[in-house]
């Protein structure tokens, strides 16, 4: 009896052991900030724009917002202004530039124009970067560009997503002059001003690799790739977020508040790094305060009368 009792409980274990053993082991929770391949974490498909989106950005007007600027040069804070252009318009694809007619075919993007100027001491700088941003195909921006110029010269980079992200540059400086390499896609900077706008909820958030920048790129003259960054969003009790990227490896670190509620205009921020030269560097602190938003066609306000628009955006 004692040997059927034996091999009774020797099969019951077994039949347990190939019971469970081949069911598949539970995954655990992979937080967000713990996903080893940030490329996922970009939703491809198309999203549902809501009536009020549409009542917004297919007006046929720009929205064109002025800050005031205070922007860290050479170790000094330099006073100046910054105006964010945002508009809607049809995108080829494949040239990777506005169509001059909207066709079947073309792609909606939502454009922002970043611009910046300010005097270092003598002489001014004026800085320009482009975005395109699908507005309902989810993924990444299409294309990416930004100028810088100054007394001593100017620069220009240009990124067009392909089959990967296709960065051409040109600069002035020996060391970086006439540069052509591609780069895998991964999240871009500044193309997350233009997702806050669109999708804020697509933001990422969590430790991810991210393309900086290519204003701070040139202004800092370290190498376009992607580094680590940690990204996060946080709300505040007056109807804002806050979104900030801290990337160590540049000791840099940016913030950008806007409003929760759509259009989720954006209302300032802040970027913290080391400006200067050898031990007298240290880390300051650009600000950019939003002054004024004014909903035009700004193409159309080229005569002389409509300089009193400048006034209306504080810029004179």
Not at 253 to 271: D, R, T, V, Y
């Amino acid at each position: 009896m004692e040997t059927v009792a034996h091999f009774r409980n020797y099969f019951g274990v077994l039949a347990a052991m190939l019971l469970f053993g081949c069911q598949e082991k539970p995954k655990p929770t992979l937080a967000l900030h713990e996903n080893p391949n940030p490329e996922k974490e970009v939703k491809i498909g198309n999203r549902e724009l809501s009536p009020a989106f549409k009542a917004y950005w297919y007006n046929g007007e720009a929205e064109v917002s002025s800050y005031t600027l205070e922007q860290a040069r050479y170790g000094e804070l330099r006073q100046g202004h910054a105006v964010l252009i945002f508009v809607t318009e049809p995108f080829l694809k494949k040239e990777q530039v506005k169509a001059d007619r909207a066709k079947p075919g073309d792609v909606n993007v939502l454009k922002l124009n970043y611009t910046k100027k300010f005097h270092t001491g003598l002489y001014p700088y004026s800085i320009m970067t482009s975005t395109f941003m699908p507005t309902k195909q989810q993924g990444h921006a299409l294309k990416v560009s930004s100028s810088m110029q100054e007394w001593c010269g100017h620069v220009y980079t240009q990124m067009n997503n392909r089959d990967q992200f296709e960065i051409r540059s040109h600069s002035y400086f020996e060391g970086e002059a006439d540069k052509s390499y591609d780069l895998e896609k991964t999240w871009l900077e500044d193309e997350l001003w233009t997702l806050i706008r669109i999708a804020p909820e697509e933001l990422p958030v969590g430790e991810i690799q991210i393309v900086p920048a290519m204003e701070a790129a040139r202004l800092k003259h370290f190498e376009l790739k992607a580094y680590t960054a940690q990204l996060s969003l946080t709300e505040s009790t007056r109807g804002t977020y806050t979104y900030t990227i801290q990337c160590p490896e540049l000791n840099r670190n940016l913030s950008i508040q806007f409003e929760k509620a759509a259009p989720h205009k954006i209302l300032g921020w802040q970027e913290q790094f080391r400006s200067g030269f050898g031990n007298k560097a240290k880390v300051l602190t650009t600000k950019a305060t939003l002054k004024k938003t004014l909903l035009t066609p700004y193409w159309t306000k080229n005569k002389n009368a409509d300089g009193q628009l400048r006034q209306e955006l504080l810029l004179d």
